[in-house]
């Protein structure tokens, strides 16, 4: 049984609404109808785009190979979902075959999903600087144990399955952290990766309100605290007014953790929202479908993920406050781009 990982920049929900993975090059056709193994994808690519460089024409038939002849069913596979930044991982449950009639993508095998939208702080930096690999399709080879143990941990709890992986990495070391050459992407997910892992560990729940306020500040709005306990959820209040007398005013809800939130405590935010006010839902995690259409359908409701924190925290990273940098350290570096050639 092998690993892989799979990366999908397309497709989103319908890869576990409908359970498959899927690979582009829709313009080749069928790979059952290509011949000549590898040598013969070569040569259909080749036709398909005479400018391509013969690096780049083997690097694409190295992906289509491993995803019509390699992967087997019963292999497993692990699945970054770009959208909200979890993890994914499943069983292959059948050949390679072609979805004539998709729209696009068209590559596809069947998976049967067994843990759908796990937090990338359950797995240990080195695994997810693997799974951060520049091709679509790849071996998972230094790291396969903590992606089995989640695997094996189906129908647990966030808790649960971190406590599975922790305890797969004690008993296992892994000798080779390095996977390949740390490319801007690589390096900009390893950052996202290294702030959302010191909110969640580094931060009390309380200091993560406090942190959430300081944010809100740093974005240009006044923020405190709330210092009472029967605030129905309130842990933040926000607005543009100084004084805090003329609206709208915001009223914000922390959770400090990276698991899902649904909708019954999305609910209980809106429960306190009075006429004119808004709410903001902060989380390090995600959020449920039903969670989220709550906020398609409700005016002045917002839902902060685990990935939209990080992405102010980098954007505005210069005016918070030094206590908090110093929990977040970072510098700006120049690296070098995924476009580059070796």
């Given at each position: 049984?092998?690993?892989w990982?799979?990366h999908n920049?397309?497709?989103t929900?319908?890869?576990?609404?409908?359970?498959f993975i899927?690979i582009?090059w829709?313009e080749l056709g069928?790979?059952t109808?290509?011949?000549?193994?590898?040598e013969?994808?070569?040569?259909?690519?080749?036709e398909?785009e005479?400018d391509?460089?013969?690096?780049?024409?083997?690097g694409q038939?190295?992906?289509?190979?491993?995803?019509?002849?390699?992967?087997q069913?019963?292999?497993v596979?692990v699945?970054p979902?770009k959208?909200?930044s979890?993890?994914n991982?499943?069983?292959i449950?059948?050949?390679?075959?072609?979805e004539?009639?998709?729209?696009?993508?068209r590559h596809?095998?069947k998976?049967?999903?067994?843990q759908?939208?796990l937090p990338?702080t359950?797995?240990?930096q080195?695994?997810?600087?693997?799974?951060?690999?520049?091709?679509?399709?790849?071996?998972?080879?230094n790291?396969?144990a903590?992606?089995?143990?989640?695997l094996n941990?189906?129908?647990g709890?966030v808790e649960q399955?971190s406590q599975?992986?922790?305890k797969?990495v004690?008993?296992?070391?892994?000798?080779d952290?390095?996977?390949?050459e740390?490319?801007?992407s690589?390096?900009?997910?390893h950052?996202?990766?290294?702030v959302?892992?010191?909110?969640?560990k580094r931060?009390?729940?309380q200091?993560?309100?406090d942190?959430?306020a300081?944010?809100?500040?740093?974005?240009?709005?006044q923020?405190r605290?709330?210092?009472?306990?029967?605030d129905?959820?309130v842990?933040?209040?926000a607005?543009?007014?100084?004084?805090g007398?003329?609206?709208?005013l915001i009223k914000?809800q922390?959770?400090?953790h990276t698991g899902?939130?649904?909708?019954?405590?999305?609910?209980?935010?809106?429960?306190?929202?009075?006429?004119g006010?808004l709410?903001?839902f902060v989380t390090l995690?995600?959020y449920?479908?039903?969670?989220?259409a709550?906020e398609?359908?409700?005016?002045g409701?917002?839902l902060l993920t685990g990935?939209?924190?990080?992405?102010m925290?980098?954007e505005n990273y210069?005016?918070?406050p030094?206590r908090?940098?110093a929990?977040?350290p970072?510098?700006?570096?120049?690296v070098?781009?995924?476009?580059a050639e070796d």
């Amino acid at each position: 049984m092998n690993v892989w990982g799979v990366h999908n920049n397309v497709l989103t929900n319908e890869l576990t609404d409908e359970g498959f993975i899927s690979i582009g090059w829709d313009e080749l056709g069928g790979l059952t109808e290509v011949l000549g193994g590898r040598e013969g994808l070569k040569s259909r690519l080749s036709e398909l785009e005479p400018d391509a460089k013969p690096r780049s024409i083997a690097g694409q038939a190295g992906t289509l190979v491993r995803f019509r002849d390699e992967m087997q069913v019963g292999d497993v596979v692990v699945a970054p979902f770009k959208p909200n930044s979890t993890i994914n991982i499943g069983v292959i449950a059948s050949p390679y075959y072609f979805e004539a009639h998709a729209p696009h993508h068209r590559h596809r095998r069947k998976v049967d999903w067994k843990q759908i939208g796990l937090p990338r702080t359950v797995f240990t930096q080195s695994a997810l600087y693997e799974i951060g690999s520049v091709l679509t399709v790849f071996r998972v080879r230094n790291h396969t144990a903590e992606f089995l143990a989640a695997l094996n941990t189906a129908g647990g709890s966030v808790e649960q399955v971190s406590q599975a992986v922790e305890k797969e990495v004690v008993e296992s070391e892994n000798a080779d952290d390095s996977d390949d050459e740390p490319r801007a992407s690589r390096i900009e997910r390893h950052t996202r990766d290294f702030v959302l892992e010191a909110l969640h560990k580094r931060l009390t729940h309380q200091e993560f309100e406090d942190f959430t306020a300081a944010l809100l500040r740093a974005l240009g709005y006044q923020a405190r605290v709330t210092q009472y306990s029967q605030d129905g959820g309130v842990d933040v209040i926000a607005h543009r007014d100084p004084l805090g007398v003329e609206p709208p005013l915001i009223k914000v809800q922390c959770k400090h953790h990276t698991g899902t939130i649904g909708s019954p405590e999305v609910q209980q935010l809106i429960g306190t929202q009075g006429a004119g006010e808004l709410s903001l839902f902060v989380t390090l995690g995600s959020y449920t479908r039903d969670a989220l259409a709550i906020e398609r359908q409700r005016p002045g409701l917002r839902l902060l993920t685990g990935e939209d924190v990080v992405t102010m925290v980098l954007e505005n990273y210069d005016k918070l406050p030094q206590r908090w940098r110093a929990e977040i350290p970072l510098t700006s570096v120049l690296v070098v781009s995924d476009a580059a050639e070796d």
